[in-house]
């Protein structure tokens, strides 16, 4: 059983999503490997700092065409459409949790491209996104 002193200790870091934003700067770091590490994690918080001011996207590893390399995976006859059980499976894949479970589409079990990557980029968007949110 944890202490007092742990149970705090684990409740701020979640609090702060401080583990996210380790993941997220580590994953960076092996991702763009720049020249200047410390220059290139400060550019980044700061990049935080003001998308969670402003409300502007903040730093991310993925996009559109790493979204459309996604695609063309799960769609290789190029139908423009995916099933809904292939939109959970790459969103929960990319590392999303918190995702429209109703996207447009999803009656049909045809999710379009557009409507996929439009959900991947906002779900991608709040898991970079490793501060309280206003």
Not at 14 to 22: A, D, N, R, S
Not at 96 to 102: L, P, S
Request: proline letters at 4%; a negative charge; aromatic letters at 8%.
């Amino acid at each position: 059983m944890a202490s007092q002193r742990e149970q705090e200790a684990a409740d701020y870091l979640k609090k702060h999503k401080i583990m996210e934003l380790m993941e997220n700067l580590t994953s960076m770091l092996f991702f763009y490997r720049p020249e200047k590490p410390r220059e290139f994690l400060i550019e980044q918080l700061e990049q935080l700092k003001i998308s969670r001011q402003s409300g502007v996207k903040g730093p991310n590893l993925f996009n559109n065409s790493n979204l459309d390399a996604v695609l063309g995976i799960l769609d290789p006859t190029n139908q423009k459409y995916i099933t809904f059980a292939q939109y959970k499976q790459a969103l929960t894949t990319l590392g999303i949790k918190d995702f429209n479970e109703c996207p447009e589409g999803a009656n049909e079990d045809r999710i379009s491209h557009e409507t996929f990557k439009t959900e991947a980029m906002q779900g991608l968007q709040r898991c970079s996104a490793t501060y309280e949110q206003p």
